[in-house]
């Protein structure tokens, strides 16, 4: 059976968007290795991009990840921050796609997460292994970058306009639930007392 | 209606043990209020610990923990680790209670686990604002409690000797698995070359 994304079909923000929505574990039934191949680190950070645009429409914080296999260019695990969606305290982009990825060898893999990592988020990266991390926001946050190059993790730094800018208009829109996803709300309690 | 556990109920081994099988959102049908109150730091521990168990019955690894509401000493979060039930890279006892409890602030809490926690864990734990945690087991595993100690959170000791001996007997059964849990499979690999 053939895929709607193949050898002849283009990569654009149409292919990308459905990549993005569709569950890992269904992919296949999209596209194969011959698109897979074409799909390089851009493309990567644009779908870890709008799984934030998802999260953003659903109420949520803006922040999206992607895991991708360096051998196979597969896409292993991708997620999206649900702080509101589903009243999770720590379901940031990165531990969303570490999650779906489940128990596999991430020293094999690079995550591409929208927006620099937090320091739980930063912590877990280096905890499971994780060779290279490709950061899309230093925009908007940044701080982590050395701590985990002293860890020996590759930073690359690969800045999303889209994604600054949407990040942007969130913090804007409701810095309470910003503050809270980085610092819980004990730190926004404390900031009303 | 009455409930199982009230006032005239004593707190022992099988109370315990209901309340550590029990989902968080139902502990209501089993225990009041009365009973609540008369449960201390080493109860609470305890029901960690019976967690721990429940993990390691179900092939996993044996860490439990449980989070109290510090007014009502009611628990509002518990869990344990499922790095092999769920195929969970990071579903430790307390990221597994502090998923469990929700959006909630952390900072009128205490957080108990069987184990002393790893640095995702610890990160977490600061990051969420905790201003108290007691650690059931400094003599397998310990590191972080100076950490959560110079950022604020208070840290008590208080080892139970069967979550001690049941951990264990787990690493001498499952060093790998063991490894993994703190690590990831990235550390299992690397040992392996």
């Known amino acids: 059976m053939t895929v709607l994304l193949n050898a002849e079909t283009q990569v654009n923000s149409e292919a990308l968007n459905a990549i993005a929505h569709m569950p890992t574990k269904s992919l296949g039934v999209l596209l194969d290795s011959n698109f897979t191949r074409k799909l390089c680190d851009k493309d990567f950070m644009r779908i870890a991009v709008l799984l934030a645009k998802k999260g953003y429409e659903e109420g949520g914080c803006p922040i999206g990840a992607v895991i991708v296999d360096n051998e196979t260019n597969q896409i292993v695990g991708k997620g999206h921050n649900t702080l509101v969606q589903e009243s999770h305290p720590y379901n940031h982009g990165e531990t969303s ?18 927006l620099s990592p937090c320091d739980v988020c930063a912590t877990l990266l280096y905890m499971r292994g994780f060779q290279r991390v490709v950061v899309g926001d230093i ?16 930073v690359d730094i690969l800045e999303d306009e889209q994604g600054i800018v949407l990040y942007q208009q969130f913090r804007a829109e409701k810095p309470e639930q910003d503050l809270e996803d980085w610092q819980g709300l004990a730190a926004v309690n404390a900031g009303h007392k």
């Open 139 to 154: 925009t908007n946050a940044s701080g982590n970058e050395p701590l985990l190059e002293s860890k020996g993790v590759q």
């Open 97 to 114: 796609a570490i999650r779906d990825a489940g128990r596999i060898d991430f020293s094999k893999t690079t995550l591409y997460t929208s």
